[in-house]
């Protein structure tokens, strides 16, 4: 069993992994690729929160946020393939952020051709999440090992 886990672990760790060396080789001086994907996006779910809110939300750095989405992201795959929690916990914050901001398909009719893209995209994701709560979940019942006290022999007389 404890083989069979770390394997399933290494083989759901190894998307956000190899997501995250690509965004890390990718990332170059303006934030490569993801930072050129999630700056219109970015812009659309800022307006969109400042008018429900009204309140003016502060700029934020494309280029950090795309390096902290690769922390987090490589880091959690790290952790979580050695089975320790925190990299649980990073990479559902990973992906309960990043998320509505990447698969915004809200913002199209259900005519539209990229509804159903981004509706997907936004289904595996929610469906990571769950996988993740259930390792969490399933960490947690466990119980720990607990070492046996040895009772002495008595002696023979």
């Known amino acids: 069993m404890g083989f ?14 190899l997501s995250a060396w690509q ?16 700056i219109p996006k970015l812009d659309l779910a800022k307006k969109h929160i400042s008018s429900q809110l009204h309140v003016n939300l502060p700029d934020i750095e494309v280029r950090q946020l795309v390096a902290a989405a ?3 992201k490589g880091l959690g795959a790290i952790l979580f393939v050695f089975g320790h929690s925190f990299g649980d916990f990073l990479l559902f914050v990973y992906l309960l952020v990043s998320t509505p901001l990447l698969y915004d398909f809200y913002n199209y009719g259900p ?19 769950g996988a993740l709560i259930f390792f969490w979940g399933m960490k947690n019942s ?16």
Request: hydrophobic share 45%; charged share 20%; net charge positive.
């Open 23 to 38: 965004m890390f080789n990718e990332f170059g001086v303006d934030g490569g690729p993801a930072a050129k994907e999630l």
């Open 70 to 72: 690769t922390a987090l």
């Open 111 to 129: 005519k539209e051709p990229q509804y159903s893209v981004l509706l997907s995209d936004f289904l595996q994701c929610v469906a990571q999440c």
């Open 4 to 17: 069979a886990s770390f394997v399933g672990r290494v083989f759901y760790a190894s998307i956000f992994i």
């Open 142 to 157: 466990m119980p720990k090992r607990q070492l046996k006290k040895r009772v002495p022999k008595p002696k023979a007389a």
